[in-house]
């Protein structure tokens, strides 16, 4: 009994201290994310899955759920709130993203293409992993386009970059 009561602190501590990580960084869950969603005490609710272009993922006893646009401590009070409709007693939910989807850079850079997105990142070094500006590159002209949104804004290098952003570095003229 007491280590039921332990695990369930520990649970419950590290799914509040997931929760401020994320509400810190204000990034909410989208197509290509990995997450893993687990109920405490109930191993055959776990749901380990790569959000797919319909936004959706399917859970035991409750169907499926549209997650993305919702921030991870978002998404588990709601599913507390689906499980405890009928199902369980005092379900306790967390949500834990284990990779967020791609950002993209692209134009005057050494290596274009697709980089994983860490926690923290800016807009100088997503440059250095896509290997670095080109001779010809600007140091001015650096675009980044995001989400829906079609009009590009102009960044600098301690600009924040989220999962899924693109970054245009244009080439100078001279």
Known sequence: MALRI????????????????????GIPLGVGDTVLIT??????????????????????????????????????SELEAAYFDGYLVSPSVSVDVKSY???????AVKSPGAYGFEL???????????GGLKDRASNSEWK???GDNPAP??????????????IEIRESLF
């Open 101 to 107: 989807r791609p950002i993209y850079i692209r134009g």
């Open 144 to 146: 980044l386009f995001r």
């Open 6 to 25: 332990l695990g369930f602190w520990l649970t419950l501590y590290t799914s509040i201290g997931w929760a401020a990580s994320t509400d810190e960084a």
């Open 39 to 76: 109920v405490y005490n109930e191993p055959d609710l776990t749901v380990s899955t790569k959000i797919g272009q319909n936004g959706r993922v399917k859970f035991p006893l409750i169907g499926e759920r549209v997650v993305i646009g919702k921030q991870p401590e978002q998404l588990a």
């Open 153 to 166: 804004t102009t960044v600098k290098k301690d600009s924040a970059v989220l999962p899924g952003d693109i």
């Open 120 to 130: 923290g990142m800016t807009v100088d070094q997503a440059i250095a992993l896509a």
